[in-house]
């Protein structure tokens, strides 16, 4: 087997990259990733790195290594040879060249989505360690310009997508007119003290799917549900600086999030369909804070979901009727388990069920994951076409029969949207919310 890597030419794609690696020097780099490794990571990276004993079992886990004709440069070991392992072994002396492609590597060809680490022996965390690459690239300042982009507005805004305050209660206060059209007694409540829960959103729903709220207001007010919004910053749940691997931004947008609940004094926080979000303050964000677990509940919409329909306080007027089958996103299935919880709501709701294969904890991510998506257009095609196991796992399950895909978190939904586009699979993709709303039975 050749080296992974070895034949590589370096074709950098990234404006920012290109230009952060224009300020660097060779003695900058080998500081920046000395300074990470001693001080950041402790005996778990190197452990993990020196334990691999290249035997592969992961490489089939991996849908970029399988999407790429088994080419080794692709397989999970194979990245973390070309990155940590380079680092490592030549003490951070790699060189400007090197580093441009491995911030590539890191942020682009693995989606941190943790399915390797179920087939490796030795469970090794290669998504810790491609998180502690982007770490490194993120001090040097060579993230991809279109995910840096996001965390700077984290750090402006407090969210992710440059939603100004005004904007924010402007736009839930337009979902909460246009909702009233449909039902005249639903309200978007802004700043309830003591309500039963504070419900939160992602930045890109105001700001490119405000009818998610619209409908997420109308379930509450099928539901009974005491609710909340907070007015201020601390709304947004998303946390890109998670990916970029700016931890301190990463803490204080996790920090603004729990705060905003405390203030409002409500009993817990239920998250929009997202994944990230939920990684972000259910195991990374909380961690970097100093809490092994959030400092307030919080449960994602799965889990609301499906105990609003257990404690039969949505009332489903009529099933769903196209056949739907179910992605199971990798940040609350293999990161929290919800996938029984999942498949209970399609009982309840759907008709027809057909199982995509393989599924539950095993399923394939989306590749859009991990911020690969929001490293934007210049890597579109490479992203959907090195997912060709998601194209063939979705056309096996479309010739079963399934039409509409549930696919219960933001990052997933785009990352399909493209996927099904490219390939031509004509299939719908829904959130919950979206199924919900349409069968649930509505209030007058
Ligand atoms: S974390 Fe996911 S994308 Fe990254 S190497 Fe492992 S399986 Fe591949
Ligand atoms: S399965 Fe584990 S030990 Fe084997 S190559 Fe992959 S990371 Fe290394
Ligand atoms: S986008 Fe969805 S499938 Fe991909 S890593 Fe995130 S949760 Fe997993």
């Keep these: 087997m050749r080296e992974p890597g070895a034949d590589v030419k370096y074709n950098i794609k990234d404006d920012d990259i290109i230009k952060g690696a224009s300020f660097l020097t060779d003695d900058k780099i ?23 004993v290249h035997c592969g079992l992961c490489s089939e886990a991996c849908h970029f290594y399988l999407s790429h004709d088994n080419d080794p440069a692709y397989s999970p070991a194979g990245k973390v040879k070309q990155t940590m392992g380079e680092m490592l072994k030549k003490n951070g002396n790699v060189g400007v060249e090197a580093i441009q492609r491995m911030s590539e590597i890191a942020s682009t060809e693995c989606n941190v989505c943790k399915r390797c680490s179920m087939f490796c022996p030795f469970g090794i965390d290669i998504a810790y360690i ?29 969210n992710q997508m440059w939603v100004k305050e005004d904007e924010w209660v402007d736009t839930l206060q337009w979902q909460e007119e246009e909702a009233q059209g449909e039902i005249p007694t639903v309200r978007i409540p802004l700043e309830k003290e003591g309500a039963e829960i504070m419900y939160s959103v992602i930045g890109p729903e105001p700001k490119f799917r405000a009818q998610l709220i619209y409908q ?9 549900v005491d609710w909340t919004m907070p007015a201020t910053p601390g709304w947004d749940n998303s946390d890109m600086a998670m990916y970029t691997g700016n931890n301190e931004i990463m803490g204080r947008v996790k920090k603004a999030h729990y705060e905003a609940a405390m203030r409002l004094k409500v009993k817990k926080i239920v998250m929009g369909e997202c994944g990230h979000a939920f990684r972000s303050v259910y195991d990374m964000g909380n961690r970097w804070l100093g809490w092994k677990m959030p400092p307030i509940p919080m449960i994602h919409a799965i889990e609301f979901y499906a105990d609003l329909i257990r404690d039969g306080k949505l009332k489903i007027k009529k099933k769903y009727e196209p056949p739907v089958t179910l992605h199971d996103p990798c940040n609350v299935v293999r990161g929290r388990g919800l996938h029984e ?16 294969t393989p599924n539950r904890e095993h399923n394939y991510c989306c590749s859009a994951g991990g911020g690969v998506i929001n490293c934007g257009p210049p890597y579109t095609k490479t992203r959907v076409e090195g997912n060709k196991v998601k194209a063939e796992q979705l056309f096996r399950t479309k010739t079963k029969g399934a039409k509409t895909i549930i696919a219960p978190c933001h990052n997933c939904h785009g990352g399909i949207e493209d996927i099904v586009e490219y390939n031509g699979l004509h299939m719908d993709i829904k959130f919950f919310g979206d199924i919900l709303y349409e069968i649930i039975e509505k209030p007058e």
């Design 30 to 52: 080998a500081n920046v990733i000395n300074e990470v490794i001693k001080n950041e990571t402790g005996a778990k990276l190197r452990a993990y790195v020196d334990t691999c």
């Design 216 to 224: 997420a207001a109308v379930i509450h007010k099928a539901a009974g």
């Design 341 to 356: 919880k999942a498949r209970y709501i399609v009982s309840q709701t759907c008709e027809n069920f057909i199982e995509m």
């Design 130 to 158: 491609m998180l502690v690459v982007r770490r490194i690239c993120n001090k040097l300042g060579i993230s991809p310009k279109y995910i840096q982009d996001t965390e700077n507005s984290h750090a402006a805004t407090m």
